[in-house]
């Protein structure tokens, strides 16, 4: 008999694109030659993890008693205020009003999040792209996933489609969060203009007076946005006080360091009582899930935000990754479009998404040829972050073929 209860009965055992990579590094085990695009992490050009090394010191350099002590709660003070200073390093006004809790990575802010900003059976809004993880974040915690068709005609974000998804939200729940993911967003490598996001502000503005209307920005992958990856941040301040604010903090892609676990959720929130408020429903969250995060890690960030020296070191190392990555994003331009590959705008970051009508028939003829990418509604998502420069044409000519 199985006694887990009958909603949780028949989930997959393992997450879709973690099977895929075990099938295409078993190939390539048996002597395969492969190209395997499905691994959110970035690799070197002989496919080995690349990691700053500068992180990588520091987090050895960490005593055993740190590793080895709980941490408090919400995380340790020094680290939260690191995060909270690097996220607002030009935004002295949003740093005031800011408050934050330890998460394990990214995925434990998203977490806080819906368990904090909906009802249960209520939904988040997201763009019709997104990153899987969402939906089993919401199914996990007894909510929902509603969509908004995330590109126009014109290939840019369809505000008019998010503005009516608003609406539609104020009008049944009546309350709405809605998670962007940018800059790189995960999974079609899209970044928001400065108008694109001035114009969501108009939408959300129009919106929080009916109900209220949070906003969480996914900032994964900001470190390898092109240009300043915080300038988007200056776009947001008409929100303050307004419309809630939340990001989600992750040291995973900044830092290389993927298996540590350490991220933040971070909220904006003016009014001092209601900030308080806040600050203990995250608290309270943490408690009632994962208890604390891991202290040596918290510990071995808050060096690398907050040492001059050490800063310096990352951002050079970091660069030269981000190099690295952005040799991949040119290559993959100039030859998709060669191919006529249908994608959106791909400036930087480590996914792109192709469209395609038959995604799931072509992704499992290209997986024949050896070439792995990861099929979803109307789309391949290709992480492009795991991928040599050198396969990339043999990739382009995959996905085209």
């Known amino acids: 008999m199985l006694h887990v209860i009958p909603s949780h009965q028949g989930r997959p055992s393992d997450d879709p694109i973690f099977a895929l990579n075990k099938e295409a590094t078993a190939r390539r085990a048996r002597g395969e030659s492969i190209v395997n695009a499905t691994v959110g992490s970035l690799l070197d050009d ?12 520091i987090v ?100 008019d489609a998010l503005d009516r998804a608003l609406a539609e939200q104020v009008a049944t729940q009546k309350r709405v969060l809605l998670v962007l993911n940018d800059p790189c967003h995960n999974p079609t490598g899209y970044s928001m203009r400065p108008e694109e996001w001035r114009r969501v502000v108009e939408a959300l503005l129009g919106r929080a007076g009916s109900a209220p209307v949070t906003l969480l920005v996914d900032m994964a992958y900001f470190a390898y946005a092109a240009g300043d990856p915080r300038a988007f941040l200056r776009e947001l301040r008409p929100l303050l006080g307004k419309v809630g604010l939340l990001f989600a903090w992750s040291a995973s892609k900044t830092f290389t360091h993927y298996g540590l676990r350490v991220g933040a959720i ?80 791909y400036e930087g970051g480590f996914f792109v998404t192709v469209f395609a009508d038959d995604a799931p ?41």
């Open 60 to 159: 050895h350099e960490i005593p055993a008693e740190e590793w080895a002590a709980y941490a408090p709660i919400a995380g340790s003070p020094d680290f939260l205020s690191a995060v909270m200073g690097d996220l607002f390093r030009e935004e002295p006004e949003m740093r005031a009003c800011a408050v934050a809790a330890a998460t394990p990575g990214g995925t434990g802010a998203l977490r806080h999040a819906i368990a904090n900003y909906l009802e249960p059976g209520q939904s988040l809004l997201t763009t019709s792209y997104f990153w899987g993880p969402y939906q089993t974040l919401c199914d996990e915690a007894d909510r929902k996933v509603m969509t908004f068709a995330m590109f126009d005609a014109q290939g840019g974000l369809d505000v």
């Open 361 to 401: 028939e072509r992704a499992a003829r290209m997986r024949e040829s050896g070439v792995f990418v990861v099929p979803a509604k109307g789309a391949l998502r290709v992480a492009l972050c795991s991928v040599a420069e050198r396969d990339v044409a043999r990739l382009v000519a995959a996905l085209a073929s």
């Open 266 to 345: 971070v909220a904006c929130v003016p009014d001092a009582a209601a900030r308080a408020a806040t600050e203990a429903a995250f608290s309270y969250s943490c408690r009632g899930t994962w208890s604390n995060c891991t202290r040596g890690g918290m510990k071995a960030v808050t060096r690398l935000l907050t040492e001059p020296e050490l800063v310096r070191a990352c951002d050079a190392e970091r660069a030269q990754l981000r190099a690295l990555l952005d040799a991949r994003v040119a290559a993959f331009n100039g030859l998709a479009q060669e191919h006529h590959l249908r994608y959106p705008r």
């Open 46 to 57: 002989d496919g080995k993890l690349s990691i700053l090394p500068t992180t990588a010191r």
